[in-house]
Every structure is written in structure tokens, then in C-alpha cells.
Nanobody, 126 residues
Framework: EVQLQASGGGSVQAGGFLRLSCAAS????????IGWFRQSPGNEREGVSH????????YYADSVKGRFTISSDNAKNTVYLQMNTLKPEDTAVYYC???????????????????WGKGTLVTVSS
């Protein structure tokens, strides 16, 4: 069964950190691009950070550059999003998604995803 399992969300104060995990089953990360999207109430969904499993290319939205780091552990078939120096505006439900192949990561948001995981809520208080 193909599945993406996101975890690691929680509540932190501004300046704190969290690490999200996206565990994939039923397919190999090396054949896909994995993305983290987020959506907060009243706002459009946005692409946060993506990683191309085949060559390790990464992408970060301007809003998270220098604070978030995406990485993968192919042995565990898991992608991580280390989120440091969190801000209240990072509050959102975070989703991990998978797109087969080697898409152009800045445009991943506009691609049809092959798989979606259930979201994990991140709440950052001021």
C-alpha cells in the first residue's frame, strides 16, 4: 500500500524548533520528488520546501530560507523538514506530497501530485 505519513507537528513558542517527518511506504523516495506544503486558515496553500529524491536537489520558499532544512534518509525512506527559528506566521497544517520523476521544484506546487499525506499541525505562539 502506498502511503505518506507526516508527523512531528506540535506547539512551540516563537524562536523554537520542530522537525517534521514524512515516511513513505510502497514506493522509493529515489524515484520521486517530495514536497512540503502548508496551509493556514484564510490563506492559500503554499509550497515550503521540496527535495528531488533522484539527485538531492532542494528548494526553499523565500519565507523559510535560512530557517528550514529539508533532508532525506533513503534507508528509512523518510524525508525530514527541520524548522528552526519558528515564527507565528509559520503556523499551518503541513502536508507532505510526492510527485514521480524529477520535476522542476520551484513549480512543484503547480504539478499534479501522485500522493498526499495527511497533514500535521504546527502552531507557533508569540
Amino acid at each position: 500500500e502506498v502511503q505518506l505519513q507526516a508527523s512531528g507537528g506540535g506547539s512551540v513558542q516563537a524562536g523554537g524548533f520542530l522537525r517534521l517527518s514524512c515516511a513513505a511506504s510502497g514506493f522509493s523516495l529515489g524515484d520521486y520528488a517530495i514536497g512540503w506544503f502548508r496551509q493556514s486558515p484564510g490563506n492559500e496553500r503554499e509550497g515550503v520546501s521540496h527535495l528531488r529524491g533522484g539527485d538531492g536537489t532542494t528548494y526553499y520558499a523565500d519565507s523559510v530560507k535560512g530557517r528550514f532544512t529539508i533532508s532525506s534518509d533513503n534507508a528509512k525512506n523518510t524525508v525530514y523538514l527541520q524548522m528552526n527559528t519558528l515564527k507565528p506566521e509559520d503556523t499551518a497544517v503541513y502536508y507532505c506530497v510526492a510527485k514521480r520523476g524529477s520535476p522542476y521544484l520551484p513549480a512543484l506546487y503547480y504539478c499534479g501530485m501522485d500522493y498526499w499525506g495527511k497533514g500535521t499541525l504546527v502552531t507557533v505562539s508569540s
